[in-house]
């Protein structure tokens, strides 16, 4: 049986992180019987709707589908084959969206930074609680325009996964290695300058 556990997954760090941050890892096997109550989806939500944004113009938006519903449905439509063919066994699926310009047409300008900080949030949330999330970017931002009736000064930036960890030997063989396959990051040695870029 292939590694399924946050323990199995968990970072190798300089430093010590915080369990919630060192555990936390994006897995395509998700459990088709799991279930994420409203409390936990309610308490992913809330984290990404208190994220600091620029000037607190807050443009992250979300479509949630539950497995079942016809939004889990059309989001599932919108994702691209390979993400199709694992997603489906989440229990939730998140369109994440961002306001691109406010109401008066004024560019927001640091919106997918913004959007990006309330998933993170949402992430982090979730994981407390004993989820997972895989965010993806292979959709079809038309299709998902067309499904909600997104406006167009909004733009379907991600979507995200959120469910209970599942067995890996039960992911289609082309993404099975992946799911087991260690995890790797740059040296922080790479990532950070000081003084003069090196």
């Not at 997603?87 to 560019?107: I, R, Y």
Request: aromatic share 6%; glycine share 8%.
């Amino acid at each position: 049986m292939l590694p399924t556990t946050a323990t199995d997954r968990r970072a190798e760090t300089s430093v010590p992180l915080v369990d919630v941050l060192a555990e936390r890892w994006s897995p395509r096997a998700f459990d088709p019987d799991g279930v994420v109550s409203d409390e936990q989806l309610t308490a992913a939500l809330e984290a990404a709707r208190w994220t600091p944004s620029l000037a607190n113009g807050q443009p992250s938006r979300f479509v949630v589908g539950r497995r079942g519903d016809d939004t889990f449905a059309a989001i599932l439509d919108s994702l691209a084959p390979g993400n199709a063919e694992w997603a489906h066994s989440a229990t939730v699926l998140v369109a994440n969206v961002a306001e691109v310009t406010d109401e008066n047409g004024a560019p927001r300008t640091r919106h997918e930074y913004d959007l990006g900080q309330a998933v993170a949030h949402f992430t982090v949330q979730a994981h407390a609680d004993g989820l997972h999330v895989h965010q993806m970017a292979g959709f079809s931002a038309e299709a998902l325009r067309e499904s909600f009736g997104i406006p167009a000064r909004f733009e379907p930036l991600t979507v995200s996964a959120l469910g209970v960890l599942g067995e890996a030997d039960t992911l289609p063989e082309r993404v099975r290695a992946r799911e087991s396959a260690p995890r790797s990051r740059k040296p922080l040695g790479d990532l950070v300058h000081r003084g003069t870029w090196n």
